[in-house]
């Protein structure tokens, strides 16, 4: 089902990007690169449920975006991101100050994004949103701990030494932002969330878990500058 789901939004996006090259509108052959970078907000979708705080770490990479048309004031295009992404999770247990644990795993992300943008075309703001699916492949990872853990019995550690069974991670993603067009280039402060569908420990019947997915909201900046107009 997940999978369905994943190569929906892939279709989906392809056929959005067909239908709008199809559309009778102006089109535009503005191709521009540039790099970005921002913190995530991280946590992990567990089942049985395990409390957390909120774990920031960062993320950085290059952005690559080609606009095709603008379709009534609507400008259409699509951008690939190629991203060295830290994501995770840290657990939090009020009742028990003294107990600690952090995981940071490490991954390159890949989003294929459909980009819609309103509002000026030289200089000037535009804003704009930005959709589609997310593939990810899984570096390394580390992990924190401290406290008398053993003398909490009823707590759930069996994510603790757990190694990472699948290393192909997949999702769906999506945020929105704004854009300032200069002479220099473009400057792009965005917030954008991702929901894996995949699962990074194994979640068969035989398994402890049987939902182990990342959830992260992402605020970057980013600057673009054109190679073609």
Not at 165 to 179: L, R, S
Request: proline share 3%; with cysteine; aromatic share 16%.
């Amino acid at each position: 089902m997940k999978l369905k789901i994943f190569f929906i939004s892939i279709l989906w996006l392809a056929g959005a990007a067909m239908s709008l090259h199809a559309q009778i509108g102006e089109q535009r052959y503005n191709f521009s690169v540039g790099v970005n970078g921002g913190v995530n907000i991280n946590s992990v979708s567990f089942s049985p449920s395990v409390r957390q705080g909120s774990l920031i770490t960062p993320t950085a990479g290059v952005t690559l975006r080609y606009i095709s048309e603008k379709y009534f004031g609507m400008i259409c295009g699509a951008q690939l991101e190629i991203n060295y992404s830290q994501q995770g999770w840290s657990e939090f247990y009020e009742d028990y100050p003294d107990l600690a644990y952090t995981r940071k795993m490490n991954y390159v992300n890949i989003p294929f994004l459909a980009h819609l943008a309103f509002g000026k075309e030289g200089r000037g703001l535009q804003f704009f949103i930005n959709a589609g699916p997310q593939i990810g492949f899984f570096i390394s990872d580390s992990h924190t701990i401290s406290g008398p853990w053993d003398d909490y019995t009823g707590l759930i550690i069996e994510q603790h030494e757990a190694p990472i069974d699948n290393k192909f991670d997949y999702g769906i993603t999506g945020g929105a932002g704004v854009e300032l067009r200069t002479k220099i280039g473009h400057f792009q402060v965005e917030g954008r969330y991702y929901y894996a569908l995949s699962d990074f420990y194994g979640t068969t019947k035989k398994d402890y878990f049987s939902r182990a997915a990342h959830g992260v909201i992402t605020v970057k900046v980013a600057y673009l500058f054109d190679l073609m107009k």
